[in-house]
């Protein structure tokens, strides 16, 4: 969990490195990340138990796929485009928050007191974030729009979670991701193909290169390696309090390369979401100890 959420810490300033020349547009990296995964993760089951996927479940898979892909991390990936590594690691905290109100909006599973008073509290941390983001530096020129597109990522992969819940426990991680991520790929390879086309890719320096790749194997293909075995060996609670590395990471790396900084409005945004984040953690995971 810990190897995970470092690498998805460091990869929004990857991203915003990577996307500094504007040679590489968003959402051609998006296409690098999809595809890439796509084919790492059908390389993968050629080793792994082979498992039959009906024509029914692949469709459902499509969809979770756009929800849980191609939505998710474009958005993640344009948004970062617009704020700051730290900000737009920050508002990824926010996950179990909306998944905590989505399936109270759309399974009508009940919310307790303190899991309300959790969500209520880490959606102002992220609602100050938004509207009390300023433009830090020429890497960010639109702080609260990236930080609300980032969040809309997140909002995404929650319905995703909602939605497909009981769906994805029916298969092994590869099958779920090597369906995914084509899915997302058929769809996103063909729109984006008039971009593809005028690319001057001979002036994507190797720097650029490492940091796609870094992207796709390390912070895609690995990190869901990392988070499905940490996930079989670690309590809910434990996985959810690993969260907070991401904007530790993705903060202390922006500073040192000189892209991002912290600030007072950060700072209590910060505290209101950690606070948000580990009520309804900590709620969930003592549900069930008390059934």
């Given at each position: 969990?810990?190897?995970?959420?470092?690498?998805?810490?460091?990869?929004?300033?990857i991203?915003?490195?990577?996307?500094?020349?504007?040679?590489?547009?968003?959402?051609?990296?998006?296409?690098?990340?999809m595809?890439g995964?796509?084919?790492?993760?059908?390389?993968?089951?050629?080793?792994?138990?082979?498992?039959?996927?009906p024509?029914?479940?692949?469709l459902?898979?499509?969809?979770?796929?756009?929800?849980?892909?191609?939505?998710?991390?474009?958005?993640?990936?344009?948004?970062?485009?617009?704020?700051?590594?730290?900000?737009?690691?920050?508002?990824?905290?926010?996950?179990?928050?909306?998944?905590?109100?989505?399936?109270?909006?759309?399974?009508?599973?009940?919310?307790?007191?303190?899991?309300?008073?959790?969500?209520?509290?880490?959606?102002?941390g992220?609602?100050?974030?938004?509207?009390?983001?300023n433009?830090?530096?020429?890497?960010?020129?639109?702080?609260?729009?990236?930080?609300?597109?980032?969040?809309?990522a997140q909002?995404?992969?929650?319905?995703?979670?909602?939605?497909?819940?009981?769906?994805?426990r029916?298969?092994s991680?590869?099958?779920?991701?090597?369906w995914?991520?084509?899915?997302a790929s058929?769809?996103?390879?063909?729109?984006?193909?008039?971009?593809i086309?005028?690319?001057?890719?001979?002036?994507?320096?190797?720097?650029?290169?490492?940091?796609?790749a870094?992207?796709?194997?390390?912070?895609?293909?690995?990190?869901y390696?990392c988070?499905m075995?940490?996930?079989?060996?670690?309590?809910?609670?434990i996985?959810?309090?690993?969260?907070?590395?991401?904007?530790?990471?993705?903060?202390?790396?922006?500073?040192?390369?000189?892209?991002?900084?912290?600030?007072?409005?950060?700072?209590?945004a910060?505290?209101?979401?950690?606070?948000?984040?580990?009520?309804?953690?900590?709620?969930?995971?003592?549900?069930?100890?008390?059934?």
């Amino acid at each position: 969990m810990l190897g995970a959420n470092f690498t998805w810490g460091l990869m929004a300033p990857i991203v915003k490195l990577v996307l500094a020349s504007g040679v590489i547009a968003p959402f051609l990296l998006v296409d690098f990340r999809m595809a890439g995964a796509a084919a790492l993760f059908w390389l993968t089951s050629l080793f792994t138990p082979k498992e039959h996927v009906p024509a029914k479940d692949i469709l459902r898979l499509f969809g979770a796929g756009m929800l849980g892909v191609l939505f998710n991390q474009g958005c993640f990936i344009a948004g970062v485009n617009l704020t700051t590594p730290s900000e737009a690691s920050l508002v990824t905290t926010t996950m179990p928050m909306w998944v905590m109100l989505l399936a109270w909006a759309i399974l009508r599973e009940p919310i307790s007191l303190t899991k309300a008073g959790g969500i209520a509290i880490g959606a102002a941390g992220a609602l100050i974030l938004v509207l009390g983001s300023n433009s830090v530096s020429t890497g960010a020129p639109n702080p609260a729009l990236g930080d609300f597109i980032v969040l809309m990522a997140q909002l995404s992969y929650a319905l995703y979670l909602t939605l497909y819940r009981n769906f994805i426990r029916k298969y092994s991680l590869v099958t779920i991701m090597k369906w995914m991520f084509l899915s997302a790929s058929a769809v996103s390879l063909p729109l984006s193909s008039g971009m593809i086309a005028s690319t001057r890719w001979s002036m994507i320096s190797a720097n650029e290169w490492l940091g796609v790749a870094a992207v796709v194997i390390g912070a895609t293909y690995i990190a869901y390696i990392c988070i499905m075995i940490g996930q079989k060996n670690l309590r809910p609670t434990i996985v959810g309090m690993y969260n907070y590395v991401q904007p530790i990471v993705a903060t202390g790396v922006g500073i040192w390369l000189g892209i991002d900084r912290f600030t007072f409005v950060k700072g209590i945004a910060v505290v209101l979401i950690f606070s948000g984040v580990w009520l309804v953690t900590v709620s969930r995971a003592r549900t069930p100890a008390a059934r």
